[in-house]
């Protein structure tokens, strides 16, 4: 209990100062204070996304605070004092307390429930009326909430009107994937599209382990091996190509070009300036992958290539990849936690739904509906030529160590496909057969990554 009844600004001032600790915790600065007959019996902050809990308004904790301090949730006689105009929520939660007052400092013109957006506290229907007093230090109040705003508001990476970006909410607590979100936008190709990366451990490490993704996954498909490669001390880079995970999204099937997400990625090396690569691929990472390192060799220094292929366009595409091309046309909204469910039967529900996070609509999608027929089937498709240029690369120029990992139980580019792989890549041991793997070979990325490290590392 504060000693003294107070006035209106000596209570705003307290409120300040509760909506400064909540500024410093990253939580938008708002604080209240409940006052009985002059005098403090409760205090709150902001606190939603510390507490996971959308009702943690200022407002709100400083009520319930001031409900059990009286031992009762009726708080007549009390008044509320707020840095901010209450919310509709907020607004509601006073009435129902029957407090006797409100004041705020600075008015809320697009949430304020006190008058700004509309007024709750003048409404002759409610069976209770509460008194409000507005503008009590309101510069000072304002001034603290625009401080706050002003870094925030500054976005470096405005979204492109023809495309879409994946809510942040979306990739929050998924399993095994603690990784922070890096971002790229200044990559000439992207020409304004955001990338993202993860990008861990010192860029001087020994090995720079470049993993490349398939469609329909994301950089989410190698959080196995980024665990262990990162404890190895190495450094790891695995971009979501944009369309997929956390990058931005076209609108348009026609946006995806083959040529176009090559030379993201070979800007992507030369920005990030990566050396001593040993390239990671698996699905669409090695249609394109494989076509990377003949631009930069001295760059590269090995492959680790999973269930994948050259599309070179002068030879028959294998038979399990056109019965998915079809599937793809004839299913475009598939469900994609399902599809991982069903190709590996050891993951957890909450895994599959990880893979789906980045897509929470048909319009996120353009990427996992365009893929499949991007893969060049004819000598003068887009990519064609550039992988028949990587072929001659791989048989008679490649000077690196290769280890190639099959999961037996894919359909789509399974054993047969990769023996081909292998057969083309000059000095490539047999491909390391996995029975119990399908598709998506990085599942097993602990087992793949221990072999791997004594591999490059020998």
């Known amino acids: 209990m504060t000693e003294g009844p107070l006035s209106d600004e000596q209570a705003m001032r307290l409120a300040l100062q509760q909506a400064q600790a909540a500024a410093a915790l990253g939580e938008v600065p708002v604080g209240a204070v409940v006052l009985k007959d002059g005098r403090v019996i409760a205090t709150g902050h902001n606190a939603p996304v510390g507490a996971h809990d959308p009702t943690a308004h200022a407002e709100v904790l400083a009520?319930?605070?001031a409900a059990q301090a009286l031992g009762n949730y009726r708080l007549d006689g009390c008044t509320l004092v707020a840095t901010l105009e209450p919310c509709a929520m907020c607004a509601g939660a006073i009435l129902h307390a029957r407090l006797d007052r409100v004041v705020y400092g600075a008015a809320d013109p697009k949430a304020g429930a006190a008058g700004s957006v509309l007024d709750l506290f003048a409404q002759p229907r409610?069976?209770?009326r509460t008194q409000v007093s507005a503008g009590v230090l309101a510069d000072e109040c304002g001034a603290l909430l625009r401080?706050?705003?002003?870094?925030?508001r500054v976005?470096?990476?405005?979204?492109?009107?023809?495309?879409?970006r994946t809510p942040d909410i979306a990739f929050q607590h998924l399993p095994g994937y603690p990784w922070p979100p890096r971002y790229l936008s200044e990559l000439p190709a992207l020409a304004g599209l955001r990338l993202h990366c993860v990008d861990e451990g010192p860029p001087d490490a020994p090995i720079t382990w470049l993993c490349l993704h398939g469609n329909p996954g994301w950089s989410y498909l190698y959080r196995h091996m980024i665990a262990a490669f990162g404890a190895a001390g190495h450094r790891v880079?695995?971009?979501d190509l944009i369309g997929f995970g956390r990058s931005d999204k076209p609108k348009k099937e026609g946006a995806h070009r083959f040529g176009w997400h090559r030379q993201v990625l070979l800007e992507l090396v030369e920005r990030l300036d990566l050396q001593r690569i040993v390239l990671v691929v698996q699905d669409w990472g090695g249609l394109l992958g494989l076509t990377l390192p003949m631009a930069a060799p001295t760059r590269y220094q090995g492959l680790l290539a999973m269930n994948t292929l050259l599309a070179?366009?002068?030879a028959p595409l294998p038979a399990g990849f056109v019965d998915w091309r079809q599937w793809c046309a004839d299913h475009p909204a598939y469900d994609i936690a399902r599809l991982l469910g069903r190709a590996e039967p050891s993951l957890a529900k909450d895994e599959?739904?990880?893979y789906a996070a980045p897509f929470p609509d048909a319009g996120h999608r353009a990427a996992t509906r365009a893929f499949p027929r991007l893969v060049p089937e004819e000598a003068e498709d887009d990519g064609a030529g550039i992988a028949r240029a990587a072929r001659d690369f791989w048989r008679h120029h490649w000077h690196g160590r290769s280890m190639l990992v099959v999961g037996a139980r894919d359909p789509v580019l399974g054993e047969a496909v990769m023996t081909d792989l292998a057969a083309l890549i000059r000095g490539c041991p047999p491909a390391w057969v996995l029975p119990q793997a399908g598709h998506f070979v990085p599942e097993h990325g602990r087992e793949i990554a221990q072999r791997a490290l004594?591999?490059?590392?020998?």
């Open 155 to 164: 976005n470096r990476a405005p979204l492109r009107d023809d495309a879409l």
């Open 312 to 314: 070179t366009g002068d």
């Open 352 to 354: 599959c739904a990880a």
């Open 126 to 128: 409610l069976n209770h």
């Open 237 to 239: 880079v695995a971009p």
């Open 63 to 65: 009520l319930r605070a």
């Open 147 to 152: 401080e706050f705003f002003r870094p925030r």
């Open 454 to 458: 004594h591999h490059f590392q020998s």
